[in-house]
């Protein structure tokens, strides 16, 4: 079973960036689609952005979408989400979600693997 580890949170200015890694063990990587949710505070966790196992199929949260770019690299067991022109409203804890991959791609729902989050605050 895929094992999960964010990095790469922080506190950033309003406009700039950050990338976030979700790094997994074990050799099985490249089986899973991979998610990012994150969850402000007072609120509920939301949907940022989601890849297929192959990486050839992506989905994103209009609210992040053209600012956030989500990758991965299977031989790294590494799965990237690099986030430009941040807002104060993407302030958030940031997780980092797996599931198995099967025959349809429902990139929002059904995620049975999660890290334990990295926060990100931008200040305005």
């Known amino acids: 079973q895929v094992q999960l580890v964010e990095s790469g949170g922080g506190l950033v200015q309003a406009g700039g960036s950050l990338r976030l890694s979700c790094a997994a063990s074990?050799?099985?990587?490249?089986?899973?689609?991979m998610g990012w949710f994150r969850q402000a505070p007072g609120k509920e966790r939301e949907f940022v952005a989601a890849?297929?196992?192959?990486?050839?199929?992506?989905d994103y949260a209009d609210s992040v979408k053209g600012r956030f770019t989500i990758s991965r690299d299977n031989a790294k067991n590494t799965v990237y989400l690099q986030m430009n022109s941040l807002k104060p409203e993407d302030t958030a804890v940031y997780y980092c979600a797996a599931k198995i991959a099967i025959i349809v791609w429902y990139p929002r729902r059904d995620y049975d693997l999660w890290g334990q989050g990295t926060q990100v605050t931008v200040s305005s």
């Open positions: 074990g050799r099985t990587f490249s089986s899973y689609d």
């Open positions: 890849i297929r196992r192959s990486g050839g199929n992506i």
